[in-house]
């Protein structure tokens, strides 16, 4: 259902100020964790911000409205869920919202992108622009035929069926399991699209799907069917919203318009009066609830920073340090460790489980929020949780394992390339790329890969009270959106992070008006530079710069869907779009 207009009906005041959301740039998913990498990212948006930003703009009575942007970069279906999420109670404070862009698709799809745009009170849309609502996508490519070619071996065993990203090496088309999830992937997707575009424009889901069947739809087929409100360009849009939010009745307009104060979200962000929370800090009055970040491949030893060739890292060290710090600190009443992860190393994912346990035994509540991906370890350090949050477009699941090689040796030899080597003990070659596994050596690999399958589902289904055999019905490395998973019970609520914040002082027993959420670790500069005393201080939680403790190899090869990262991960081997 359409929420009221309040562009009319907004009361006069000195210099309104205008917010601007500019989503062209892309978003991110968490805030800097390095100095360097605050430079790098300095112009990117980060949800989280921006979701904050949003909830206390909503109660500045000098805050009028918010004017967004949205450009080619979308964001992902979970993203635009958070960000819908918090525009429409900065809406439901009596504040104007109006997107625009040029086109919501050019020449290709759009979904996600006008799925943020109905979160809106208005849409704009460019008069030559469309609107790309044409349906998701789920694709897959497969190379085995190319390595056939040039004699590369693939040798990889995985647990089980489902767990396709082997399939990419393995096959040259989908199997029947792997199409079976895309598809079930693909129509939860769009039954989430559908429903929230109905809900907004306040038409019906059918509606909706006769649109998506039509689409790309021009801007004047589009305005016809009512999936955007006005036509223009960016300066009639800014125009008529500042004029409308002019402080002065009676007033010109062009007069008007310049009263309007005119603030990226981001600017403003930085101007509103909060406090810094360092962990280790003494002289804080006010509870905390702690949210960790868990972003990228999860691996042993400490955590890295984004860099140009790879994304931010979760490091087993750096994470542990963090909850044991958490624990430790009696102003932190309770943690949300907030998961953007395809997971990664089975013993990182499970020293993170342990110090979850851990931090729960000792009395402090933990949430796990979903964003993205959440999925092999990522959800292996979501399951111990006293909540787990999701999406709707959250991925997740996954639960399963894989483990193998690409044997080289013929490869190398057609340009010339000889090995040789020597080795002493009897596996000492096992993962040796210049040979096939023997039978021997492939039972041993069978049998870790049955081992760890056995304690993943095991420990699945303890931390989510189900029975094993019925957790393992849904596991076998099958991926689910946030929306099924809900209705399986790997997930216990669908939500944003508000949502888990919430949660989180719920099980605290504390008011979230007497709380301060807080990034943690938040080392100051001595903290940075300074060796830590033990593994328990704080400064041990500090982030590695960029390159350190995930070789760019390992992102590659995680790109490239190779289990270069660990048994436990969720390679990208194919996108819904």
């Not at 035929?145 to 399939?167: F, M, T, V």
């Not at 559908?194 to 006769?210: E, F, T």
Request: glycine residues 10%; neutral net charge.
């Amino acid at each position: 259902m359409k929420l009221p207009s309040r562009l009319s009906s907004l009361p006069h005041r000195s210099a309104p100020t205008l917010l601007e959301l500019d989503l062209t740039r892309g978003l991110l998913e968490s805030p800097a964790s390095t100095p360097l990498e605050a430079i790098q990212a300095r112009r990117v948006t980060v949800l989280r911000s921006v979701v904050d930003t949003l909830r206390k703009a909503a109660t500045d009575d000098s805050v009028g409205g918010l004017v967004a942007h949205i450009g080619r970069t979308q964001p992902t279906l979970a993203q635009s869920s958070e960000l819908r999420a918090a525009i429409q109670d900065f809406r439901r404070h009596g504040k104007s919202a109006v997107c625009w862009s040029e086109s919501y698709g050019e020449m290709g799809p759009g979904n996600v992108a006008y799925h943020l745009a109905t979160a809106f009170e208005e849409i704009w849309l460019q008069p030559t622009g469309d609107v790309g609502l044409t349906g998701v996508v789920a694709q897959a490519v497969f190379v085995r035929d190319a390595l056939d070619k040039l004699g590369i071996d693939p040798q990889i065993g995985q647990r089980h069926e489902y767990k396709s990203a082997a399939n990419t090496f393995l096959e040259s088309t989908m199997t029947e399991p792997h199409r079976e999830m895309a598809e079930r992937l693909v129509e939860s997707a769009m039954q989430t699209i559908c429903a929230d575009i109905a809900a907004a424009r306040g038409i019906s889901v059918d509606a909706v799907r006769a649109a998506v069947d039509r689409a790309p739809l021009s801007a004047q087929e589009a305005l016809d069917r009512g999936l955007v409100d006005r036509l223009g360009y960016r300066d009639e849009v800014y125009g008529d919203l500042r004029g409308r939010l002019g402080a002065r009745s009676g007033a010109r307009l062009g007069a008007r318009s310049r009263d309007v104060r005119l603030r990226y979200v981001e600017r403003y962000g930085k101007g509103l009066a909060a406090s810094t929370y360092r962990m280790g800090a003494s002289g804080r009055k006010k509870s905390v609830v702690a949210v960790v970040q868990a972003t990228g491949g999860i691996h042993l030893g400490r955590s890295s920073g984004r860099s140009p060739a790879s994304g931010p890292t979760v490091g087993s060290d750096t994470v542990g340090a963090v909850l044991r710090a958490a624990g430790d600190d009696d102003h932190v009443k309770a943690v949300v460790l907030r998961i953007d992860s395809p997971g990664g190393s089975y013993l990182a994912s499970d020293a993170i489980r342990r110090e979850i346990l851990r931090l729960r035994r000792c009395g402090t509540p933990v949430v796990a929020s979903m964003a993205s991906v959440a999925a092999s370890g990522g959800y292996y350090i979501a399951m111990p949780a006293d909540v787990v949050v999701a999406s709707p477009g959250t991925l997740t699941g996954s639960i399963g394992v894989l483990a193998g090689k690409q044997v080289l040796r013929d490869a190398l030899a057609r340009i010339g390339v000889q090995r040789e080597s020597v080795a002493s003990g009897a596996y000492a070659e096992m993962f040796s790329t210049q040979r096939p596994f023997s039978d021997i050596e492939w039972e041993r690999l069978e049998e870790w890969l049955d081992r760890i399958y056995a304690d993943f589902t095991t420990k699945a289904a303890n931390d989510r009270s189900m029975d094993v055999e019925a957790l393992r019905e849904v596991a076998k490395g099958r991926v689910w959106t946030g929306a099924d998973a809900v209705e399986l019970g790997l997930v216990d609520q669908l939500g944003t992070l508000p949502d888990a914040v919430d949660l989180a002082c719920a099980r605290a027993g504390v008011t979230r008006a007497d709380v301060a959420v807080h990034t943690v670790p938040k080392p100051g500069m001595l903290d940075r530079l300074r060796p830590a005393e033990n593994s328990d201080a704080p400064a041990a939680a500090s982030v590695a710069q960029i390159g350190v403790g995930a070789p760019a190899l390992e992102h590659l090869l995680n790109a490239l869907g190779l289990p270069g990262g660990g048994v436990l991960t969720m390679p990208v081997h194919w996108q819904l779009g």
